[in-house]
């Protein structure tokens, strides 16, 4: 079994340019598995500032675009992980998924965390069928 890691259109090399020493974005076994994304914007590849709702729009939009790179999409996504600052934000964030997942969504965990290196609030990451 060989992993194969997918290229995503500026998101890819903005995480290069932080330094940060991961693959957004690999496949193997049948499976595609994004990391984590932060609020990212898909077309400059510049942290996304707001609140959490603007947030997770970006981070969830992010995560879109990582799916389509790598030729699969939303509703082959299979697992969730969701990781926020505060666990307060979990009815907003909801409000947004929603719009997403609206049908038959993906199995979920809601994790709170202390803080990250960089401003922002959350980061969802995925496992989608290939």
Same mark, same amino acid.
């Given at each position: 079994?060989? %992993?194969?890691?997918?290229?995503? =259109?500026?998101?890819?090399? /903005?995480?290069?340019?932080?330094?940060? =020493?991961? &693959?957004?974005?690999?496949?193997?076994?049948?499976?595609?598995?994004?990391?984590?994304? =932060? +609020?990212?914007?898909?077309?400059?590849?510049? $942290?996304?500032? #707001?609140?959490?709702?603007?947030?997770?729009?970006?981070?969830? %939009? /992010?995560?879109?675009?990582?799916?389509?790179?790598?030729?699969?999409? $939303?509703? !082959?996504?299979?697992?969730?992980?969701? @990781?926020?600052? !505060? &666990? #307060?934000?979990? !009815?907003?964030?909801?409000?947004? @998924?929603?719009?997403?997942?609206? *049908? !038959? +969504?993906?199995?979920? &965990?809601?994790?709170?965390?202390? &803080?990250?290196?960089?401003?922002?609030?959350?980061?969802?990451?995925? *496992?989608?069928?290939?």
């Amino acid at each position: 079994m060989k %992993k194969e890691v997918i290229e995503v =259109p500026v998101l890819s090399a /903005a995480v290069r340019a932080l330094g940060v =020493p991961l &693959s957004l974005v690999t496949k193997a076994a049948g499976q595609v598995f994004v990391s984590g994304m =932060p +609020p990212l914007d898909i077309s400059t590849g510049r $942290l996304v500032r #707001g609140d959490i709702e603007t947030q997770t729009e970006a981070s969830l %939009k /992010a995560l879109k675009h990582c799916l389509e790179a790598a030729g699969t999409s $939303l509703d !082959n996504v299979v697992m969730v992980r969701i @990781y926020a600052v !505060n &666990s #307060g934000f979990y !009815n907003a964030i909801n409000r947004v @998924y929603a719009r997403y997942f609206s *049908v !038959n +969504p993906p199995a979920r &965990s809601f994790v709170p965390v202390a &803080s990250w290196p960089m401003e922002f609030d959350i980061e969802i990451e995925c *496992v989608a069928v290939a």
